[in-house]
């Protein structure tokens, strides 16, 4: 009769209950590494959209602490503050964004987080396999 052992189980199952707990820490590296790709990109995207007038809005492009929400934790990427005219930078690249009666749409923010999210995508991998590293798996 054939004899079957195994050895490592106990541990393996222990590692997979620490994967499946993935500390806070890593989860907010893995959101701002995301965020290091994504803010630039909106300026860099706007920036060849002609979106730069003035350089006010896309300036103003900033990232929110992490933050946790009902259905986990999040960064919002967002202009922030208003111009020179007191118009709010979110409204003028709102207006960009979607356009206007005279002026067409100019879509930098959602064409940036499409074009750049593999990058931010990979970035959060890298953080996340840096976590699996330090607990040899």
Known sequence: MAKMTTSGIAEFGVSMAEIAEIPDSVLDG????????IEPAQRAKGRSYGVHLTGVTLASIK???VKRGKDGKYIII?????????????????VNEYGKRGQAPRP???DANE?????????????YDQWLNSKNL
Do not use: C, H, W, Y
């Open 30 to 37: 893995m959101l701002t590494a995301q965020a290091d790709v």
């Open 63 to 65: 990232r929110s602490a």
């Open 115 to 127: 074009t750049s999210s593999d990058q931010a995508a990979e970035a959060a991998a890298k953080k």
């Open 78 to 94: 967002m202009p922030q503050g208003t111009n020179a005219d007191g118009n709010r930078n979110a409204e003028v690249a709102f």
């Open 108 to 110: 930098f923010i959602r």
